[in-house]
């Protein structure tokens, strides 16, 4: 189905991330090195902002709630347990630092960073894994390698999930380690249930398109799909059951409530990040503009503008309407409470995204846009519309996208001033990131 011809997997992330490239890895050390530096050179107690205080009062006497041998009933954070547990085991054995546990944070904000970097060695250039920047410098992402914040876990197994389901011909190898990384990105945050529709998508995909078909097939993708979706449906419902709702009792009056604001959000936040990054792919379509890719960016652009003119989207900080993108919605004008911001970016969002999309195959593209619907959809049950869950997740889909676009010889070097929207994204990312640390 996706036309892989052999298997070149040492392990299930060989053939999503390609060959090994220096500059992917040189960045993942210097993200992790910067992050040890400020961890152990600077008194980060006293700086930082919203990230230290969720480490202050949420994840950290979470941690030391499991280290005490405390129950899951009920805790100081609004996730599942996983990332909690894990460094909660690391505290009571080992008897770890507070330090020493960012120190472990810093290693897993490095290992997806390479990822990443990774992931764009192959869509773009070789020596283009540093696109990853925008990502390595981004508030939402580079300060839980700082202090104790569980988000890059669960985004490393969202992004092991989503590479494998997308680049191989899948085998029962893959099969269970999407199902162990599903289960693990559940276990770390639970409105991540949607990754497994993913390949169960794939699979079903996968045996639909052989001709011949027979019943031996059918019956083998489908012990997979439950092999792939059982442990991480049936960690939510343990922990659905045991909370009686779909976060720790303390924390279901602030977080469970419906945003219909959220599909118009995620459209806003990946034309605000994608387009940056768009003029360095040019040699990967066939054409710019022909007839498949003007019927997807009208499709898109008429999806996105129906999402966003549909709920209301003004700044509301008791809805869960406030900070990072938000604030631009917070200056410019209203029309019947839809903010004109809004209903630009995600229309223009819509399109950028139909337009990616129109040069997939079918079968890559039905599992792109599951992975998006589902993704909208998990954002469309908690109440708050922050940027912080939105982003990683967009930075992620534009290599994976990207990665199914037919290949032809690149036109010769890339000219450098297409390079000043990923540096000047990553240059204000600095900036903000300095301002909120100091």
């Not at 400020?38 to 499991?66: C, N, S, T």
Request: charge should be positive; proline fraction near 6%; hydrophobic fraction near 55%.
């Amino acid at each position: 189905m996706r036309n892989v011809s052999t298997d070149p997997m040492a392990n299930p992330f060989s053939a999503a991330v390609g060959r090994r490239h220096t500059q992917a890895l040189c960045l993942a050390l210097l993200t992790f090195a910067v992050s040890a530096v400020l961890i152990y050179a600077l008194p980060i107690d006293r700086l930082g902002d919203r990230v230290r205080w969720d480490e202050k009062m949420f994840h950290f006497p979470a941690v030391q709630h499991f280290a005490q041998g405390g129950s899951a009933s009920d805790y100081s954070s609004a996730t599942t347990p996983g990332f909690h547990m894990l460094m909660g085991w690391l505290l009571a054995s080992g008897h770890a630092s507070l330090n020493e546990l960012r120190l472990v944070g810093a290693l897993i904000t490095a290992v997806l960073v390479w990822m990443v970097a990774r992931l764009w060695s192959e869509v773009a250039r070789p020596d283009d894994a540093w696109l990853a920047l925008p990502l390595a410098t981004s508030i939402y992402v580079f300060p839980a390698g700082v202090w104790l914040v569980p988000d890059n876990l669960a985004w490393i197994a969202v992004l092991g999930v989503l590479t494998i389901a997308l680049q191989v011909t899948l085998t029962w190898r893959h099969v269970l380690w999407m199902s162990a990384l599903s289960l693990l990105a559940v276990w770390v945050r639970q409105s991540n249930l949607w990754v497994v529709g993913v390949p169960a998508l794939a699979l079903l995909l996968d045996v639909a398109g052989n001709s011949p078909r027979d019943a031996g097939q059918w019956r083998t993708r489908l012990a997979q799909i439950g092999v792939l979706v059982v442990p991480a449906v049936a960690c939510l419902l343990y922990f659905a059951l045991l909370w009686k709702g779909l976060t720790p009792p303390r924390f279901q009056t602030r977080h469970q409530a419906l945003n219909p604001a959220a599909p118009a959000w995620l459209l806003v936040q990946f034309f605000v990040t994608a387009v940056w990054v768009v003029p360095l792919l040019q040699w990967g379509r066939r054409s710019w503009m022909d007839d498949a890719a003007r019927r997807a960016t009208w499709i898109g652009a008429g999806v996105g503008l129906l999402c966003a003119a549909l709920p209301v989207s003004d700044f509301a900080p008791d809805s869960g309407r406030s900070t990072g993108l938000w604030a631009a919605v917070k200056v410019l004008p209203l029309v019947a409470h839809r903010s004109v911001f809004v209903l630009a970016c995600a229309t223009l969002g819509g399109a950028l995204l139909g337009w990616m999309l129109s040069a997939l195959s079918w079968q890559r593209r039905s599992l792109v846009l599951l992975a998006v619907v589902g993704f909208g959809l998990s954002m469309a049950a908690n109440k708050f519309a922050y940027d912080k869950y939105y982003f990683a997740f967009v930075v992620m889909l534009v290599p994976l996208i990207a990665m199914g676009w037919p290949r032809q010889p690149a036109p010769g070097p890339v000219a450098a001033y297409r390079y000043l929207g990923v540096l000047g994204i990553s240059a204000i990312n600095v900036v903000i990131v300095a301002e909120k640390l100091f």
